[in-house]
């Protein structure tokens, strides 16, 4: 949308590179955070990323978990050995395909991750006291903007991997 306000353009445009820089300090933020829950549980971080994956969407299917994670299947079937051995996913029949293979998160060890990023490192309780400053109009915006640059980057990985 055009403003026909002097000025306003390069306040948009100033408003719109702290927006990219402040995401981009929120990646390398939660990256960091992701790297300690990892380190405290014995994890890759491309392990623990898609134990998330799993916990998220599974069960899944090898090759729809490589997908979703961007990876090479050879890749996701170390990470699913390693996730496997180590007690966090177990693998069984794909009901709808009895050929096929799912995996999913074994049980009761989702509490673990949960514990460290809910509780032990106090990230819960600051996006509760953060969201707390905002009303119920500002949030909607808020999960409405993050869930959008969310799609934004699934589009542009998905670009970037089929190039």
Not at 13 to 24: C, D, H, Q, T, V
Not at 94 to 107: E, K, L, N
Request: charged letters at 30%; one cysteine or more; a neutral charge.
């Amino acid at each position: 949308m055009e403003s026909i306000l002097p000025g306003a353009a390069p306040h948009q445009g100033r408003l719109n590179r702290a927006i990219k820089e402040s995401l981009r300090e929120l990646g390398a933020q939660l990256s960091r955070l992701n790297h300690s829950v990892g380190t405290r549980l014995d994890l890759k971080d491309a392990d623990l990323e898609c134990l998330d994956l799993i916990a998220r969407y599974g069960p899944l299917s090898p090759s729809a978990l490589a997908r979703r994670a961007g990876l090479h299947p050879a890749t996701m079937t170390g990470i699913l050995d390693r996730l496997e051995r180590d007690g966090w996913i177990d693998r069984g029949r794909d009901p709808a395909d009895r050929r096929g293979v799912v995996v999913q998160v074994a049980r009761g060890r989702g509490a673990e991750i949960l514990r460290l990023y809910l509780v032990d490192s106090g990230m819960n309780t600051a996006i509760d006291q953060i969201c707390a400053e905002y009303d119920d109009q500002d949030l909607q915006l808020l999960a409405g903007f993050l869930r959008r640059t969310a799609d934004a980057a699934q589009t542009a990985a998905e670009r970037l991997a089929a190039s």
